[in-house]
C-alpha cells in the first residue's frame, strides 16, 4: 500500500487512536487512573468499538471524573455516588445495542455502593464494571475506604481496624460470569484484560488496583505502588 | 333468633320508618385474611350491574391475617361516591371489634350478624338480624377446611334478600370474580343461595333500606385507579419499569406487568418491554434515570417512604434534566406511619424533593379516568421539560373501586420533546445540550447510540455549562439555574389546566385535589342545600400552578383549600405562589385521620367557619 509514514494507524473501523481520545485528565499526576483510561482507550481502539455505542457511566469520586478522559464520541453519565449500577442498568434496558462501561472507585463500589454492586452481579447484564481501586476517598482527601486492608495505614499514620472487602471474591460468590483483577501499573496484562472484557457477554468486574500519588502511596499502604509491584502475581 | 329480635323492634314501631331506596353505605366488620374481599367485591359489582351508582373502600390493616379490617359499600341514586360517615347496614362478622362496631351506629341502622356473637340485646335503637353461619356453610361445603372461605358468601345471599337486590345479578357478579374457576363459582354460589333462602323463611324486613333498579351506570366501569395508571403508562409508551415493592403502590406495578405481557409482545414474540422489580428505590429512580437518559420511556411506582430514598435522584433529574415519571400512591407518613391508609401528605416534600433549589412537576389524578389519561400527561411532560415528573396519586384513589367512564383511546401521538437525531445532526453539525436555542429554556438533547461524531454530551449533576462542560464559573451556575427557573416557569402552561366549576355570585370558592374531588362536589350540595351557601370550585390538577388558580383565588372572598394533612400542605405551596395580598383570602380545611375524605366533615367545618 502506497501509505506515507504520517497516517495514523486505523482500525476495522477505520478509526484511529484519536477517536478514542477524551478531555486532557484533571487527575493528579501518576494519579492510577489515568493509565487505565489509556489502556481503555488502547483496548477500544484495538477492539475496533465504535464509540458511539458505547455509554460510559460512572458514580462520584476521582475515579467516577475519569470517563471525561477518553472515549469523547460516547455519551457519558457522571451520576450519583455509589448508584452507577442502577444508571447503567436502566441505560442498558432502554437501548439493548449499548455497550455500558461502568466507571467507580473502591468508595463508590464498596462501601456507599456495595448493595447496587451486588445486585448488578446477579444480573448479568452487558455491563463492563470497572473499579479503580486505590482503598481510599481521594476527592475528600483520603480517609479509609471498605477495600483498604486491615493494619493498611493512611498518611497520617492511623492504622486500619476492619477486614476489607473483596469486591472480586464477592462477585464470584454472586455468580458473576467474568472477573478479573489487575494492576494500573501492569500495562500488558491490563490492556488484554480488558480486550476479554470487550469480548464478554455479560457484565465484566475488574478490580484495578490504582494508586493514589498523593493520598495512600506511602509506607504502610497497601495499595501504593510499591506494594503493587512487590506483591503482583501476574497469571 | 333472629325473628325474635325483629319482634322487638317491630314493637317499637320503627318497621313503619319510610323507606330508604339507593341510599346507603353498607359496612362488613371482618378480620383480614378471611377471604371475605370476594364476596363485597360480587356485593359491589351486584348493586353496580343493577344500575345503582355505587363505590367500595376497603379499610384494611397493615397485616396479612387475622386484624380488624372494614369495607365499606356506598350507593348512591345522586351518584355520590366519597366515603359516608355514617353506617347504615352492618354486617358484623369479626368478634373482636362486633360490640364497638355496633355501638358506633346512628341509630336506625341495621345490624346482620353472626348468631354466636349475640348482639342483639346491645341496642333497642337498630334493627338486628342474626343469622347461623356456621351451620348454613355446613350444608353447603361439605369440605371443612374449604367452610372458612364460603363463610364469608353466605352473608352475600342474605343481604341480597333484605336489600332486595336480584340474585341473578349476584350469580353474574360472582361468577365474573371467579372467572375460570367454575368449580368454586358453583361452591359460592350455593353459600350465597343458601344465605337468601334462609332470609327468606327465617327473617323479616324490619329496616328501611333497599336497592331498587336504576339507569345510572351504562357504559361504565368499575376500576381502581392503580390499575387505570398501569394501563395509562403502557398506552403512554412506557417500556421500563423499575419498583420496589411498598402498600400501596404495588399493585400498580403488577397490574402493569399483566398489562404489559398481555400487549406488549412484540412479532418474535419477545418483550418490548423490561421491568426490573430492584434491590430498593433508590436502584429503582436510578433505573429509570438511567433508561430515560437512553431515550426509553421509564417509570416507578412507589409511595411517601420511597419518595423520601429517591430524594437525590430526583435533583439529578432537575439538574442534569433527564425525563422520569414517579407515581406517588401516598398513604399516612411521616416515617412508616399507617401504611395502608390514606393520606395527601407527601405534597411539599415532593415539590421540592432534593437538596439545593429543585422544583418539581406533581400532577394530580382525581379518578381512575384521570390516572389513565394523566399517564400520558406525566411522559409528555417528562420528555418535552426533560424533568423528572411525579403523579400523585393515593391509596383511596389507587387501591379501591371506583365507578368510571370507559378511557379514551389517546387520539394525539406522544410527544417525545427536543431530541437530535443523526439526521438533524449531519444538518446542523453540532449541538449545545443546554443552551436555550428556542426561548423556552429547554435545550435539545441526544441519545446514547445515535451514531454522529457529535451526538456524544456529558451528562452530569455537577456544575455545567451549555456545552455540559464541567463548570464551577459562578455565570455558568447561575445562568443555567435561572433557565431551570424560566423552564419551571413555563410549565405553568402545558401541564393539565384545573377544573373550575362556577355558580351565579358566589362569593366563596373552594380549592381541591386528588381524590377528595368527590367528597367536595358532595359537600358543596350540602352546603347549597342546608347552609343556604352557594361554592365555586377549582380543581389543582397540577404543579406548577396555572394561571387561572391565582384568578380564581382573586375573584372569591375566602378560599377554602380542603386536603389531607396536618399542616395544609397545598396551601403553604399557594401561598409561595400566589400575590402577597391575595394570600389572607386563603382559609384551611385539612384533616388527617387516614380514612377516605367524607363530605359531611367538610361540610360541617366549612359551615362552621362561615358562621353557619
Redesign the interface.
Given at each position: 500500500m502506497a501509505t506515507t509514514p504520517s497516517t495514523p494507524k486505523t482500525n476495522r473501523l477505520g478509526l484511529a487512536v484519536l477517536?478514542y481520545r477524551g478531555s486532557k485528565t484533571t487527575l493528579c499526576a501518576g494519579c492510577g487512573h489515568n493509565a487505565i483510561s489509556e489502556r481503555i482507550i488502547d483496548a477500544m481502539f484495538e477492539m475496533g468499538v465504535?464509540?458511539?455505542?458505547v455509554?460510559k457511566?460512572s458514580g462520584i469520586g476521582c475515579s467516577s471524573k475519569s470517563?471525561?478522559y477518553f472515549m469523547?464520541?460516547?455519551?457519558?453519565?457522571?451520576?450519583?455516588h455509589g448508584?452507577m449500577?442502577?444508571?447503567?442498568?436502566?441505560?442498558?434496558?432502554?437501548?439493548r445495542?449499548?455497550m455500558a462501561l461502568g466507571v467507580s472507585g473502591d468508595g463508590d463500589t464498596a462501601s456507599i455502593g456495595i448493595?447496587?454492586f451486588?445486585?448488578l452481579m446477579r444480573r448479568n447484564l452487558p455491563i463492563i464494571y470497572i473499579i479503580e481501586d486505590n482503598g481510599v476517598y481521594g476527592l475528600t482527601k483520603g480517609q479509609f475506604s471498605a477495600t483498604a486492608d486491615l493494619g493498611s495505614t493512611l498518611k497520617s499514620g492511623i492504622a486500619n481496624e476492619l477486614p476489607p472487602i473483596d469486591t472480586c471474591e464477592l462477585a464470584i460468590s454472586l455468580g458473576a460470569t467474568f472477573v478479573g483483577r489487575s494492576f494500573s501499573g501492569d500495562k500488558k496484562q491490563l490492556h488484554s484484560m480488558l480486550k476479554a472484557a470487550i469480548a464478554h457477554k455479560g457484565t465484566v468486574l475488574l478490580d484495578v488496583i490504582s494508586p493514589c500519588v498523593t493520598f495512600n502511596d506511602h509506607e504502610g499502604s497497601t495499595k501504593s505502588y510499591e506494594y503493587a509491584l512487590d506483591h503482583e502475581e501476574p497469571l | 333468633m333472629a325473628t325474635t329480635d325483629v319482634g322487638l323492634h317491630d314493637a317499637a314501631g320503627r318497621a313503619a320508618r319510610v323507606p330508604v331506596v339507593n341510599n346507603m353505605s353498607i359496612q362488613v366488620a371482618t378480620v383480614n385474611g378471611s377471604g371475605s374481599q370476594s364476596s363485597n367485591t360480587v356485593l359491589l359489582r351486584s348493586i353496580f350491574q343493577m344500575g345503582v351508582p355505587v363505590s367500595g373502600k376497603n379499610l384494611f390493616p397493615s397485616n396479612i391475617a387475622g386484624l380488624p379490617t372494614w369495607y365499606t359499600i356506598r350507593a348512591n341514586k345522586d351518584g355520590y361516591v366519597a366515603r359516608k360517615k355514617e353506617i347504615d347496614f352492618l354486617i358484623a362478622m369479626n368478634v373482636e371489634t362486633a360490640r364497638d362496631d355496633v355501638m358506633s351506629l346512628d341509630p336506625g341502622a341495621a345490624v346482620l350478624y353472626d348468631e354466636p356473637l349475640k348482639l342483639g340485646s346491645l341496642r333497642n335503637d337498630l334493627t338486628f338480624y342474626s343469622v347461623p353461619y356456621d351451620k348454613l356453610v355446613a350444608t353447603v361445603c361439605p369440605e371443612a377446611k374449604l367452610r372458612k372461605l364460603v363463610k364469608n358468601m353466605i352473608y352475600v345471599g342474605v343481604v341480597a334478600k333484605l336489600l332486595d337486590i336480584e340474585m341473578g345479578e349476584i350469580e353474574k357478579a360472582l361468577r365474573k370474580q371467579f372467572a375460570k374457576k367454575v368449580k368454586a363459582a358453583n361452591l359460592n354460589f350455593a353459600a350465597a343461595q343458601a344465605g337468601f333462602d334462609y332470609a327468606s323463611s327465617s327473617l323479616t324486613k324490619a329496616d328501611p333500606f333497599r336497592i331498587e333498579r336504576m339507569n345510572k351506570n351504562v357504559g361504565k366501569i368499575i376500576m381502581d385507579g392503580n390499575s387505570a395508571s398501569a394501563l395509562g403508562c403502557v398506552f403512554a409508551g412506557c417500556?421500563?419499569l423499575?419498583w420496589y415493592p411498598i402498600t400501596p403502590s404495588s399493585s400498580l406495578a403488577e397490574s402493569m406487568i399483566e398489562y404489559l405481557k398481555r400487549f406488549r409482545i412484540g412479532p418474535d414474540g419477545k418483550a418490548t418491554f423490561?421491568v426490573?422489580q430492584?434491590?430498593?428505590e433508590?436502584?429503582?429512580?436510578?433505573?429509570?434515570?438511567?433508561?430515560?437518559?437512553?431515550?426509553?420511556r421509564?417509570m416507578t411506582t412507589t409511595s411517601g417512604p420511597g419518595i423520601s430514598l429517591m430524594s437525590?435522584?430526583a435533583g439529578?433529574s432537575y439538574y442534569a434534566e433527564i425525563p422520569a415519571v414517579v407515581w406517588d400512591i401516598q398513604r399516612v407518613g411521616p416515617s412508616t406511619g399507617l401504611p395502608t391508609r390514606t393520606s395527601q401528605a407527601d405534597i411539599l416534600s415532593t415539590a421540592f424533593l432534593s437538596h439545593g433549589d429543585t422544583k418539581h412537576i406533581m400532577l394530580f389524578p382525581s379518578s381512575p379516568h384521570e390516572c389513565f389519561e394523566m399517564a400520558m400527561d406525566a411522559f409528555n411532560l417528562a420528555e418535552k421539560i426533560q424533568t423528572i415528573v411525579f403523579v400523585m396519586s393515593d391509596l383511596d384513589l389507587g387501591m379501591n373501586n371506583w365507578i368510571s367512564d370507559p378511557f379514551p383511546y389517546p387520539e394525539k401521538p406522544i410527544e417525545r420533546g427536543k431530541v437530535l437525531t443523526k439526521e438533524d445532526l449531519d444538518k446542523f453539525g453540532s449541538f449545545s445540550r443546554y443552551k436555550d436555542v428556542d426561548g423556552d429554556a429547554i435545550g435539545y438533547r441526544?441519545?446514547?447510540?445515535?451514531?454522529?461524531?457529535a451526538?456524544?454530551?456529558?451528562?452530569?449533576?455537577?456544575g455545567h455549562n451549555a456545552e455540559a462542560q464541567?463548570s464551577e464559573r459562578a455565570e455558568d451556575y447561575e445562568g443555567n439555574m435561572e433557565r431551570l427557573r424560566r423552564k419551571f416557569d413555563h410549565a405553568r402552561s402545558l401541564v393539565p389546566a384545573p377544573v373550575i366549576e362556577t355558580v351565579l355570585d358566589a362569593e366563596i370558592g373552594i380549592i381541591g385535589f386528588g381524590s377528595t374531588h368527590w367528597a367536595l362536589t358532595e359537600s358543596r350540595d350540602q352546603l347549597r342545600d342546608e347552609h343556604k351557601l352557594t361554592t365555586d370550585y377549582l380543581r389543582i390538577r397540577a404543579y406548577p400552578f396555572a394561571n387561572e388558580i391565582s384568578e380564581f383565588v382573586r375573584s372569591h372572598k375566602r378560599v377554602y383549600v380542603v386536603e389531607q394533612n396536618r399542616d395544609a400542605q397545598m396551601l403553604a405551596l399557594l401561598r409561595l405562589d400566589l400575590d402577597g395580598e391575595l394570600v389572607p383570602k386563603l382559609r384551611s380545611v385539612a384533616r388527617l385521620d387516614g380514612l377516605p375524605l367524607d363530605a359531611r366533615s367538610v361540610t360541617d367545618e366549612i359551615a362552621a367557619m362561615e358562621g353557619k
Open positions: 477517536d465504535q464509540p458511539e455505542r455509554a457511566l470517563p471525561a469523547s464520541r460516547a455519551h457519558s453519565f457522571n451520576s450519583v448508584r449500577p442502577s444508571v447503567a442498568t436502566g441505560a442498558v434496558l432502554a437501548n445495542s449499548l448493595g447496587q451486588i445486585h | 417500556t421500563v423499575s423490561a426490573v430492584a434491590e430498593d433508590l436502584a429503582a429512580i436510578g433505573m429509570v434515570i438511567g433508561a430515560g437518559w437512553a431515550g426509553a421509564a437525590e435522584f439529578l441526544t441519545l446514547p447510540g445515535t451514531q454522529h461524531r451526538a456524544a454530551y456529558f451528562t452530569r449533576g455537577s464541567y
